[in-house]
């Protein structure tokens, strides 16, 4: 017995041992790593001198930090209200639908969401390219016949890549709306229709209520999937060649990658990092509460 | 329509209700038909810039440029696709981006189907705190380690090679937690069955727990190689050099000298997405599954 209580430990290691070292190697070794680095001068590839909070003081004084915040928010208040509320109305829609036309529709909706962001990105730059783009025709509506180099005016550039990036997600979140509306037992909507309740007191007193749960969890996945934005944004700002446009993690980039300062790079990572914690300890309070219903 | 307490009100109703809910039937339908009207001419609408984006990849440069809308081409040609397959690197960027690709699919399967039955399975000393750091780094925020995954991955000199590509992209513990889930509720009986037999752990792994779930290794297996395919940001500062670039990478990066050629760089893009478009046209089920288990909703 106790040999064979040895024998599971040993199996037992053998089996985490792959993960385990992935894991303290590539998350928990870097994160210490980054705290530490976050108190030196340190460059990208090299040694630094610790400078207590110097950095920290360095990115809260920097007016591009205040730009990187606000440009983030900016942007996942564009896409996560939209992109939920389309993806709720979008699964009503698809839900009422049956067999092949159902799958085709539902096809057509998440397609986007399993290109890669690059393909996206050329799709889009041609839609909206200023001399042959087709979305010029409905831009030329709007403005009396001009084209518009969408990308290149910067009060247009967060809304526009907020909408091509709610038109490349969307699909996620209707298929977890799809799923959740299917949890819905029809016998209540049997029960509330013999009632005669109207179709609207329908949604509003059943549906509503039961997907809600749903609708925080979609959101609070979208909102901590858009804080970490970086790759559209960074794409059709043609590499970032604008400072007005930045967002945090293109922030990271610049003082790291492009400013050769691996120590400011650390510090802004590290408050990412800690926003990010913070809402996703929040999701998996709200997904614990979900489970044990 | 409480109008049941006497009887002269129920007969009522039995004459009254089948008229109002057939009235109640017609607007119901209508409304219905309007909604699914909308449903379908929205989904016509969103497919429509890949469509656009298609169309325009099979028409000679010059016709891309002409004015007015051409919905289909004049003359279709795969001068753009044949450009792209064999004046761009866009081969060695698939080869790149399937290495890389399929060495993070192989790995993180390996390493979450072994640490997710050890924690199902057995008892060791750590198991308690092990599951509730895997729970507690379900949503790791990878972006915000790309300066230290470039420092540690450099020390090792492994920037610009697959293996520097693959390495950050393995930290995967949600693929630990659905299979711990999945192996949880395998029958005991079976367990029990097979080790009265003979049967070391391993043996159990590979010949029942594994087994019994191949479906979701599947659509692990689809999800995880679509998201390390379709991933940018790692393979774009990992990698410098036009050799070792992947296939998202590399046709953001790699520019016509003379202008712009839009069916070229069109048709460029649909060639690197085709790949994954096809694995979810293929396996719709298993992706939408793996994304629902991903997501914390088990379906």
Request: hydrophobic share 55%.
């Amino acid at each position: 017995m106790l040999k064979s209580k040895r024998a599971e430990m040993l199996t037992a290691f053998v089996l985490i041992a792959p993960f385990v070292l992935v894991y303290a190697v590539l998350f928990v070794y870097p994160t210490a790593k980054m705290v530490q680095l976050s108190f030196t001068n340190a460059p990208l590839i090299g040694d630094g001198d610790f400078v207590g909070f110097d950095n920290y003081i360095r990115v809260f004084k920097d007016r591009l930090f205040s730009t990187a915040v606000w440009d983030t928010v900016y942007f996942v208040l564009l896409t996560v209200i939209p992109s939920t509320l389309l993806g709720l109305l979008i699964a009503l829609g698809v839900n009422r639908l049956k067999g092949f036309t159902q799958s085709l529709v539902l096809a057509a909706f998440f397609l986007p969401y399993i290109l890669p962001v690059s393909v996206v990105y050329r799709i889009w730059s041609w839609m909206f390219d200023k001399q042959f783009g087709i979305a010029q025709y409905v831009i030329s509506a709007f403005t009396g016949g001009t084209h518009v180099a969408v990308f290149r005016t910067i009060p247009l550039f967060m809304p526009s890549v907020a909408f091509i990036t709610v038109w490349w997600l969307v699909g996620f979140n209707v298929l977890l709306f799809i799923a959740g509306l299917r949890n819905i037992s029809t016998e209540i909507y049997e029960a509330a229709s013999l009632d005669g309740a109207s179709r609207f007191a329908q949604f509003r007193r059943i549906t509503w209520p039961l997907i809600w749960p749903v609708t925080v969890l979609v959101m609070t996945i979208q909102l901590i999937l858009q804080l970490k934005i970086f790759d559209q944004v960074y794409l059709f700002a043609n590499g970032g060649r604008t400072d007005a446009t930045i967002v945090l993690v293109q922030y990271i980039y610049k003082w790291a990658f492009q400013k050769n300062q691996g120590g400011m790079g650390a510090t802004v990572s590290l408050l990412l990092f800690a926003i990010i914690i913070i809402f996703s300890v929040l999701q998996y309070q709200l997904l614990r509460s979900r489970g044990e219903k | 329509m409480s109008a049941v307490s006497t009887p002269t009100g129920a007969d009522l109703d039995a004459l009254v209700l089948p008229q109002r809910r057939q009235r109640w039937l017609r607007t119901f339908d209508l409304a219905g038909l309007i909604v699914t009207l909308l449903t379908v001419f929205v989904a016509i609408l969103w497919a429509f810039p890949l469509y656009w984006g298609v169309v325009t990849s099979l028409k000679p440069e010059n016709e891309v440029v002409q004015s007015g809308l051409q919905l289909w081409p004049q003359h279709v040609t795969l001068d753009a696709y044949v450009h792209a397959l064999f004046e761009t690197k866009i081969g060695l960027w698939y080869i790149n981006s399937l290495v890389t690709s399929l060495s993070v699919t192989v790995l993180v399967l390996i390493m979450g189907a072994g640490a997710g039955y050890a924690i199902s399975q057995l008892r060791f000393p750590g198991r308690k705190v092990l599951w509730w750091m895997i729970l507690a780094s379900f949503m790791v925020p990878i972006q915000a380690l790309i300066v230290n995954h470039f420092i540690l991955l450099s020390q090792f000199h492994l920037i610009n090679t697959w293996v520097g590509v693959t390495l950050p992209q393995l930290i995967a513990p949600v693929t630990v937690i659905i299979y711990k889930q999945f192996f949880d509720s395998v029958p005991k009986d079976f367990r029990e069955a097979a080790v009265i037999d003979g049967a070391n752990d391993f043996q159990l792994l590979f010949r029942i727990y594994l087994p019994m779930n191949w479906g979701i290794t599947t659509a692990l297996a689809i999800i995880t190689f679509i998201a390390a395919w379709n991933n940018f940001l790692w393979p774009f500062l990992a990698v410098t050099s036009e050799q070792v670039m992947n296939v998202s990478v590399g046709i953001t990066q790699v520019f016509d000298a003379f202008g712009v050629k839009y069916a070229r760089d069109l048709a460029t893009a649909i060639l690197a997405g085709l790949p994954v478009a096809v694995l979810y046209l293929i396996f719709q089920r298993r992706v939408t599954q793996a994304i629902m288990l991903s997501a914390g909703i088990k379906g």
